[in-house]
């Protein structure tokens, strides 16, 4: 299968906890980008990268956020001292140009 | 800023009837795409089409049609014979070209979705 993966593809935590995900995205595409989705809404940009330089980040992304993409490759986005709020779909999409993005399945967070 | 809004919250047709799904969008950019996904039950965001600001051509596919008018800063999408495995989340997207971006844009802003529910 070639195309966009994430895992894990469900994780339960507890408040507090720090979790983190990953993101493997379609291969030689050179931009990535994380999406949070709660229940009812339509995704909501996070973070974006163009090879392994995060360029630019929303202001969705508190401080507890972090996400990487060290080689360019694969990325992870690693959240710390979880809260409730923080339940939900987390997408990320992988893209080779302008104008094209293909999603992976998204990892579903729910913070107990 | 970009928004995009979809008013109709859910729909429910019967198979074969055809539907609507209402966008419409606020840019002050002259240059931009749009964009509409299909989230089935299973979750994973699936493309649909995507169409440039400057192409003024309606489109078809198969059962699929998108009507772009930029005048009243609609994108709609019409399922002609909907059937019960079109049955998903439908969401409506907007794009920056990434010239005018300066190359950090491309970040879709998404709608909030209608949920499109097909019985027999």
């Known amino acids: 299968d070639t195309g966009v993966s994430q895992d894990p593809r469900h994780k339960i935590t507890k408040r507090g906890q720090n979790v983190t995900f990953r993101c493997d995205p379609i291969s030689e595409h050179n931009r990535l980008y994380w999406y949070r989705q709660t229940l009812g809404q339509g995704p909501e940009f996070l973070t974006y990268?163009?090879?392994?330089?995060?360029?630019?980040k929303s202001r969705l992304l508190s401080d507890r956020f972090s996400a990487e993409r060290p080689k360019g490759s694969f990325s992870t986005l690693e959240i710390q001292r979880t809260e409730q709020g923080d339940s939900a779909m987390y997408l990320c999409a992988s893209s080779p140009r302008p104008g094209e993005q293909y999603f992976g399945p998204g990892t579903r967070l729910t913070v107990t | 800023a970009q928004k995009v809004t979809q008013v109709q919250t859910e729909i429910s047709v019967v198979e074969k009837e055809d539907v609507t799904l209402d966008c419409v969008y606020e840019t002050r950019d002259t240059t931009y795409y749009l964009f509409w996904y299909k989230q089935p039950p299973s979750g994973e965001l699936v493309f649909l089409i995507r169409r440039n600001s400057f192409d003024d051509q309606n489109e078809i596919s198969g059962r699929y049609s998108w009507n772009f008018q930029k005048s009243t800063s609609s994108f709609n999408f019409t399922i002609t014979a909907s059937q019960v495995v079109d049955s998903a989340v439908y969401f409506c997207?907007?794009?920056?070209?990434?010239?005018?971006?300066?190359?950090?844009?491309?970040?879709?802003?998404f709608g909030t979705g209608t949920r499109l529910q097909v019985t027999l």
């Open positions: 997207a907007l794009t920056l070209s990434e010239a005018v971006g300066g190359g950090t844009a491309s970040k879709l802003t």
């Open positions: 990268f163009q090879n392994e330089a995060q360029l630019e």
